[in-house]
């Protein structure tokens, strides 16, 4: 259960807040929809909930607030936007990474996957993905950690009708299990067929909180759908005649051969257009529109009828019906309620008989209205608030496990759930307008125990998933091997280098040798892709700051870094070989404390990378940090060692000795003071003075956003 009283988000200069005083209720068990058209305040009212943006009010998921739940994405499924990944992840990839930060087995992807139907994309990139397929990917992400709350923003937009039902029959599953959905919608109609409880903004403010069979009766626009192709003549004929009438019936042309005629009906309509003999296709009642102001989407219906229609049109024409097009949800319809039951018979024999389409049937002499010549056209579009005359198979769905969803009328839909309503786990929902029956409920994901712990549950697991899932890694250590291995074969054929530079590829002129750079790269995109791509959190910039993950990534960081730096000096050293003999690709005599420094070196500008990555939150910035340590800090690290003051460090491991007053095992003073030799040196002691003045600004921030 939602509860959230008082969100009121922070005013901008001198205008009002976007959100004002919002207090609702989303019950267990039940779809709760926030309806508003855009900029009406639903995306805000939801990122004030989970604590995203600085406001006023409390929301309390199950009796407590977001912050105090130990492992969030246990309790609340997020869905803010498109899913945030890396473009050139794998789908697959993208929810085994998701698994580690959840703490769940790694089967759990493939659960996930194979309910919302992506088990044949699982190979595909995220950034070919439809739109379509990105909404099923952002709710299997969401479905991931077997959470209690389901928290969508928009999650239709740009989906199929197709799609749309799937995804309405896997929200209305989880409902019926126990769970609760909040989701936002600027479409009325879709609210009123798909919620069991509407919450209505505008600018800001909420302005009805109702059931959804009261929203349909109190702010929805009950109207007659017609379609016929002399559509401005039957326009002129209904006002001339309420007109005359003095009845209030508005009329209003739609896109094509299209009216929508607001309070008049299916029989008055009808009965104009037979004594007129006006050809109509299609007559039926709809719930309209909120008024003016609403956001209307009359085109996307009038795709959704072309691709869920199976049979045809049905047309009582000379006393025989001509099979057509057949709405798949059923026929509405007051004009003649004999008719309409005799079509559906008719509808039934010719699926029996595998009829050709096109095909007449005979009916009886009350099918057919008027003398010979004058015909009455029927049609029916998907209305799921009218009442089901007649109920149609569902049309074939190729891909995916999408779910079966029967409604019945509003007047039977007591009756029916009681009659009806299965037992078990997966009963019809609590609150709801139709009734869902058991086996028509999709699959979801068994439950699982997720241990509550602050995010990711399993840091190393989830890098180690992040640095390997994408070919960046890859790509950036083959160019800095390449471009070593060439940097030394030009400089042996220039000559005057060390050799110990030689085997670096470290020119005097350059600030860092290509393998430094590389590993202060992977190090910067170690974080950057944390807030470019925010795997770990529901909105840009909110990466968890967890001394784990930082501790991860610093790991990870120093492995690749030392890889790097065995790879690439093994690499030089056989490329001189191969080119200019053994002599050049011998090992300099004090090759221990040139490796301490060499990897010092690396694996120093890696952490600096990841560093400043974390701080800045721009992998750019963590390069542009690595750079500036040889480029500015060094030079002040020189300046301050220069002088006749300083003294040198003769001596030291000797009296490290006296000082513990016993041998060190296998010589490790050797080992101390060559890392002491290190540190000492400009560069060395620039980098511990980056990296400690980097670390304490991480900790700075981390806690400062803990307070916070």
Same mark, same amino acid.
């Given at each position: 259960?939602?509860?959230?009283?008082?969100?009121?988000?922070?005013?901008?200069?001198?205008?009002?807040?976007?959100?004002?005083?919002? &207090?609702?209720?989303a019950r267990a068990g039940c779809v709760t929809t926030l309806l508003g058209t855009p900029g009406a305040g639903k995306t805000t009212v939801l990122r004030l909930?989970?604590?995203?943006?600085?406001?006023?009010?409390?929301?309390?998921?199950?009796?407590?607030?977001?912050?105090?739940?130990?492992?969030?994405?246990?309790?609340?499924?997020?869905?803010?936007?498109?899913?945030?990944?890396?473009?050139?992840? *794998?789908?697959?990839?993208?929810?085994?990474?998701?698994?580690?930060?959840?703490?769940?087995?790694?089967?759990?992807?493939?659960?996930?996957?194979?309910?919302? @139907?992506?088990?044949?994309?699982?190979?595909?990139?995220?950034?070919?993905?439809?739109?379509?397929?990105?909404?099923?990917?952002?709710?299997?992400?969401?479905?991931?950690?077997?959470?209690?709350?389901?928290?969508?923003?928009?999650?239709?937009?740009?989906?199929?009708?197709?799609?749309?039902?799937?995804?309405?029959?896997?929200?209305? #599953?989880?409902?019926?299990?126990?769970?609760?959905?909040?989701?936002?919608?600027?479409?009325?109609? =879709?609210?009123?067929?798909?919620?069991?409880?509407?919450?209505?903004?505008?600018? @800001?403010?909420?302005?009805?909180?109702? =059931?959804?069979?009261?929203?349909?009766?109190?702010?929805?626009?009950?109207?007659?759908?017609?379609?016929?192709?002399?559509?401005?003549?039957?326009?002129?004929?209904?006002?001339? =005649?309420?007109?005359?009438?003095?009845?209030?019936?508005?009329?209003?042309?739609?896109?094509?051969?299209?009216?929508?005629?607001?309070?008049?009906?299916?029989?008055?309509?009808?009965?104009?257009?037979?004594?007129?003999?006006?050809?109509?296709?299609?007559?039926?009642?709809?719930?309209?529109?909120?008024?003016?102001?609403?956001?209307?989407?009359?085109?996307?219906?009038?795709?959704?009828?072309?691709?869920?229609?199976?049979?045809?049109?049905?047309?009582?024409?000379?006393?025989?019906?001509?099979?057509?097009?057949?709405?798949?949800? @059923?026929?509405?319809?007051?004009?003649?309620?004999?008719?309409?039951?005799?079509?559906?018979?008719?509808?039934?024999?010719?699926?029996?008989?595998?009829?050709?389409?096109?095909?007449?049937?005979p009916l009886g002499p009350s099918a057919s209205h008027g003398s010979a010549g004058q015909s009455l056209h029927t049609a029916t579009v998907p209305s799921t608030?009218?009442?089901?005359?007649?109920?149609?198979?569902?049309?074939?769905?190729? *891909? $995916?496990?999408?779910?079966?969803?029967?409604?019945?009328?509003?007047?039977?839909?007591?009756?029916?759930?009681?009659?009806?309503?299965?037992?078990?786990?997966?009963?019809?929902?609590?609150?709801?307008?139709?009734?869902?029956?058991?086996?028509?409920?999709?699959?979801?994901?068994?439950?699982?125990?997720?241990?509550?712990? %602050?995010?990711?549950?399993?840091?190393?697991?989830?890098?180690?998933?992040?640095?390997?899932?994408?070919?960046?890694?890859?790509?950036? $250590?083959?160019?800095?091997?390449?471009? &070593?291995?060439?940097?030394?074969?030009?400089?042996?054929?220039?000559?005057?280098?060390?050799?110990?530079?030689?085997?670096?590829?470290?020119?005097?002129?350059?600030?860092?040798?290509?393998?430094?750079?590389?590993?202060?790269?992977?190090? #910067?995109?170690?974080?950057?892709?944390?807030?470019?791509?925010?795997?770990?959190?529901?909105?840009?910039?909110?990466?968890?700051?967890?001394?784990?993950?930082?501790?991860?990534?610093?790991?990870?960081?120093?492995?690749?870094?030392?890889?790097?730096?065995?790879?690439?000096?093994?690499?030089?050293?056989?490329?001189?070989?191969?080119?200019?003999?053994?002599?050049?690709?011998?090992?300099? #005599?004090?090759?221990?404390?040139?490796?301490?420094?060499?990897?010092?070196?690396?694996?120093?500008?890696?952490?600096?990378?990841?560093?400043?990555?974390?701080?800045?939150?721009?992998?750019?910035? @963590?390069?542009?940090?690595?750079?500036?340590? %040889?480029?500015?800090?060094?030079?002040?690290?020189?300046?301050?060692?220069?002088? &006749?003051?300083?003294?040198?460090?003769?001596?030291?491991?000797?009296?490290?000795?006296?000082?513990?007053?016993?041998?060190?095992?296998?010589?490790?003073?050797?080992?101390?003071?060559?890392?002491?030799?290190?540190?000492?040196? %400009?560069?060395?002691?620039?980098?511990?003075?980056?990296?400690?003045?980097?670390?304490?600004?991480?900790?700075?921030?981390?806690?400062?956003?803990?307070?916070?």
């Amino acid at each position: 259960m939602i509860q959230a009283f008082g969100l009121t988000s922070n005013p901008r200069k001198e205008l009002p807040p976007a959100v004002d005083d919002v &207090s609702f209720e989303a019950r267990a068990g039940c779809v709760t929809t926030l309806l508003g058209t855009p900029g009406a305040g639903k995306t805000t009212v939801l990122r004030l909930m989970l604590e995203l943006q600085q406001g006023r009010g409390t929301t309390y998921f199950r009796g407590r607030p977001l912050h105090r739940i130990a492992h969030p994405s246990r309790e609340v499924g997020v869905l803010l936007g498109d899913v945030p990944g890396h473009p050139a992840r *794998t789908v697959r990839g993208q929810l085994r990474m998701l698994c580690a930060a959840a703490g769940v087995p790694v089967r759990r992807a493939d659960e996930v996957l194979e309910v919302v @139907g992506l088990v044949s994309l699982r190979d595909e990139r995220l950034g070919a993905l439809s739109r379509g397929m990105d909404r099923r990917l952002g709710l299997a992400c969401a479905l991931l950690a077997d959470p209690h709350t389901l928290v969508l923003d928009a999650l239709t937009d740009g989906m199929s009708a197709r799609e749309r039902h799937w995804l309405h029959g896997m929200l209305r #599953a989880h409902a019926a299990q126990g769970g609760t959905v909040l989701c936002t919608t600027a479409d009325p109609k =879709e609210a009123a067929r798909t919620a069991d409880r509407i919450i209505t903004l505008e600018q @800001g403010r909420l302005v009805a909180d109702q =059931e959804a069979a009261d929203f349909s009766r109190t702010r929805l626009r009950p109207r007659v759908a017609v379609r016929s192709p002399h559509a401005a003549r039957l326009a002129a004929l209904l006002t001339k =005649e309420a007109r005359t009438a003095q009845r209030s019936v508005e009329v209003v042309r739609e896109a094509g051969n299209r009216l929508s005629v607001y309070g008049s009906t299916c029989a008055d309509i009808g009965e104009t257009a037979f004594r007129h003999g006006i050809l109509v296709h299609q007559l039926a009642d709809e719930v309209g529109d909120m008024g003016p102001g609403a956001d209307s989407t009359r085109e996307e219906e009038t795709s959704a009828c072309r691709e869920t229609r199976t049979l045809g049109e049905a047309r009582v024409a000379g006393g025989s019906l001509v099979l057509g097009e057949v709405g798949a949800t @059923g026929m509405t319809g007051e004009a003649d309620g004999t008719a309409v039951r005799k079509a559906a018979g008719a509808v039934a024999a010719s699926e029996d008989a595998d009829l050709p389409q096109g095909s007449a049937i005979p009916l009886g002499p009350s099918a057919s209205h008027g003398s010979a010549g004058q015909s009455l056209h029927t049609a029916t579009v998907p209305s799921t608030e009218a009442t089901s005359a007649i109920s149609l198979p569902e049309p074939n769905v190729p *891909t $995916g496990r999408l779910p079966t969803v029967t409604r019945v009328s509003e007047s039977t839909a007591g009756r029916a759930s009681a009659a009806s309503a299965p037992t078990g786990p997966q009963s019809a929902r609590p609150c709801s307008s139709g009734v869902l029956t058991s086996d028509s409920l999709p699959p979801l994901p068994p439950p699982i125990s997720v241990r509550p712990a %602050p995010s990711p549950l399993r840091p190393l697991r989830y890098e180690l998933r992040r640095a390997g899932g994408v070919g960046t890694g890859f790509l950036t $250590g083959a160019a800095v091997l390449v471009s &070593s291995a060439l940097v030394a074969v030009l400089l042996a054929r220039v000559g005057h280098t060390p050799q110990h530079r030689l085997l670096a590829a470290w020119p005097q002129e350059l600030p860092l040798p290509p393998a430094a750079l590389g590993a202060g790269l992977l190090g #910067a995109i170690a974080f950057g892709d944390e807030f470019r791509h925010p795997a770990l959190a529901v909105d840009r910039g909110t990466v968890p700051r967890r001394l784990g993950l930082l501790m991860a990534k610093l790991v990870v960081a120093a492995a690749t870094g030392l890889l790097l730096a065995f790879l690439t000096v093994g690499c030089d050293a056989e490329v001189l070989y191969l080119v200019y003999g053994r002599e050049l690709a011998r090992v300099p #005599a004090d090759w221990l404390m040139l490796s301490a420094s060499w990897v010092g070196l690396v694996i120093g500008c890696a952490w600096a990378g990841v560093l400043a990555a974390g701080i800045f939150r721009s992998t750019t910035a @963590g390069l542009a940090a690595v750079l500036a340590v %040889p480029v500015l800090v060094v030079p002040l690290v020189q300046k301050v060692l220069e002088g &006749s003051s300083v003294r040198s460090a003769a001596g030291f491991s000797v009296r490290l000795r006296e000082l513990f007053l016993a041998e060190w095992p296998f010589g490790g003073e050797r080992y101390l003071a060559a890392g002491a030799r290190v540190i000492a040196q %400009p560069v060395g002691g620039a980098l511990t003075l980056s990296l400690a003045a980097l670390l304490c600004a991480y900790l700075l921030t981390t806690l400062r956003s803990r307070v916070r």
